[in-house]
């Protein structure tokens, strides 16, 4: 076990709704990273966040935002769902300004969207 | 520039032999390539990494082979065992920084008893 744990582990939702995904970090980590793993593929990246701030951001649109709050957890948030964004969401901790050497990801949020 | 591309989608191999999964990456500034195992329901693990200063890294029946001039980098995996049924994916970064991890499309390995 990475110590990353993620809630909730499946979550059915309709096109047009929001969803909320929250994460806690490994003991000791204050970045976080999350991540979107469509069926059958690799995770892309979708966003750092580090002192509560986002710090590097992949190709996603800006209706998928995050939180990290001062425990180090973080949510992702995601508006007006469409139904590409079914995916498994992973979220990953580590140390900021480590290296990717200590990268944990916990086991990720199955998201349908219907 | 960011893509990692992985080879073969699928790979079947009997118990005992030797699995081996291809990568190449386009980007030249990369300097750190893990290889990731990731089990149904579980979020990836990582299993071994190798930087360009190096040609080969082994860690137990694990070994990646690294080839910085046709900027391309495989994992054997030795000896392997029904437990090594998994995806398996690469991937590339730089080392530091905000650890943005561009993954390949992913290997699913079978192994037959």
């Known amino acids: 076990e990475t110590g990353v744990t993620q809630s909730p582990t499946h979550l059915i939702k309709t096109r047009g709704q929001q969803v909320t995904l929250r994460c806690s970090s490994q003991s000791g980590h204050n970045t976080v990273s999350w991540y979107q793993q469509a069926l059958g593929q690799g995770p892309q990246f979708i966003f750092q966040y580090y002192r509560e701030e986002e710090n590097g951001r992949g190709n996603f649109p800006p209706r998928f935002s995050g939180l990290q709050f001062p425990n180090y957890s973080s949510e992702l948030n995601v508006n007006a769902l469409e139904l590409d964004d079914s995916a498994l969401y992973l979220c990953a901790s580590s140390t900021y300004r480590g290296t990717n050497e200590k990268l944990f990801f916990g086991s990720g949020t199955q998201l349908s969207v219907l | 520039q960011q893509q990692v591309k992985q080879s073969p989608q699928s790979l079947i191999v009997q118990k005992g032999g030797i699995s081996i999964i291809n990568c190449a990456y386009e980007?030249?500034?990369?300097?750190?390539f893990p290889w990731y195992q990731q089990f149904p329901g579980k979020g990836p693990a990582l299993l071994i990494a190798?930087?360009?200063?190096?040609s080969e890294k082994k860690e137990g029946r694990f070994t990646i082979s690294f080839n910085k001039s046709a900027k391309q980098f495989s994992l054997h995996i030795m000896d392997s065992q029904p437990g090594d049924s998994a995806t398996y994916f690469c991937?590339?970064?730089?080392?530091?920084?905000?650890?943005?991890?561009?993954f390949g499309q992913g290997t699913r390995l079978t192994i037959n008893p």
């Open positions: 980007n030249t500034a990369f300097d750190y």
């Open positions: 991937a590339a970064s730089l080392i530091q920084g905000a650890q943005k991890l561009v």
């Open positions: 190798i930087r360009p200063d190096v």
